[in-house]
């Protein structure tokens, strides 16, 4: 696995390159619509850990892609992400009115723009796979607009919503929560990954299949910790209203399994991520250490 402060100091470049790269794709604040603009670039821009993006970036370098191979994939599954999030805090949906430490985009844009600024987001993303900057074969690029299409729709984070929103005051079973999380959390986090590996010059069955293992197995993970740092963790340190989901009395690993068993689940599936990898050496270093990041992190 990469030392600490080699992955540290990977993560920090791959975070401020990411950042770049969305501020130079969306919209200026002083161009018009510019409310919907200043919305936009309010819900994407100098917050977040950028975790999807990271997927994006080590998936892509252990199968080959460079960085500027990569770029755009990163850039449009955040602002995927950064819509559903936009949507997700709405009175409608989850009615949070904190996000990643200010104020939710609606609270700070009325209800409308923010709804028009998650849609914005969404055509937007496709608008950067589509375009000439990344710089990539037609047929890969349709490869990787189907895996982002179909992680955000009703087969995956719209769907898992869906549900999510159906089972509020249900208890639900572990297969049953897990199937919920798989779409609304783990589908985007999966096309992430897959989005980087898709964006290599060069086609290699067995590394795509050893990320299509891991992904799915990470992205799980990655829900479960989250639901352990819900119950865990206050709302300062989460950056968004805790125990929310408690609140609202929704099923979570937490109160299905009790938080012992929630951390041990965790631990499984961050094993079952690296798996996959046992064949690489130190080129899948990134990945693992990555996977550690994601199961151990603290906020």
């Known amino acids: 696995m990469t030392p600490p402060l080699q992955f540290a100091q990977w993560s920090l470049a791959m975070q401020t390159r990411i950042e770049d ?152 079973t572990q297969p049953q929560l897990a199937q919920m999380h798989a779409l609304k959390t783990g589908a985007l986090m999966h096309a992430a990954a897959m989005m980087g590996a898709y964006s290599a010059p060069n086609k290699d069955i067995q590394k795509q299949h050893a990320v299509d293992i891991f992904a799915k197995a990470i992205g799980l993970a990655f829900q479960v910790v989250d639901d352990i740092l819900d119950a865990e963790a206050d709302t300062s340190t989460l950056g968004k209203t805790a125990g929310k989901d408690a609140e609202q009395d929704k099923s979570t690993y937490v109160t299905l399994l009790g938080l012992d068993t929630a951390k041990e689940l965790a631990q499984s599936l961050y094993q079952q991520a690296l798996a996959p990898l046992e064949a690489y050496s130190q080129e899948a270093d990134m990945l693992r250490s990555l996977a550690s990041f994601i199961t151990q992190r603290q906020f």
């Open 21 to 172: 790269v969305l501020t130079t794709a969306m919209p200026a604040e002083s161009e018009a619509p510019k409310s919907l603009h200043q919305a936009m670039r309010y819900a994407v821009l100098g917050g977040g850990k950028r975790v999807r993006a990271l997927l994006a970036y080590a998936a892509g370098e252990f199968c080959g892609a460079t960085l500027e191979h990569i770029d755009q994939s990163a850039a449009a599954v955040e602002l995927i992400h950064a819509f559903s999030l936009v949507h997700d805090d709405m009175p409608c949906m989850d009615n949070d009115d904190l996000r990643r430490g200010k104020p939710s985009t609606h609270k700070q844009f009325g209800d409308a723009t923010a709804l028009l600024a998650g849609d914005a987001l969404q055509s937007l993303a496709f608008e950067l796979i589509a375009s000439e900057q990344l710089l990539i074969p037609a047929a890969q690029k349709v490869t990787i607009l189907h895996c982002l299409a179909f992680a955000t729709g009703s087969r995956g984070m719209a769907g898992g919503q869906s549900i999510d929103l159906e089972s509020t005051g249900i208890k639900l």
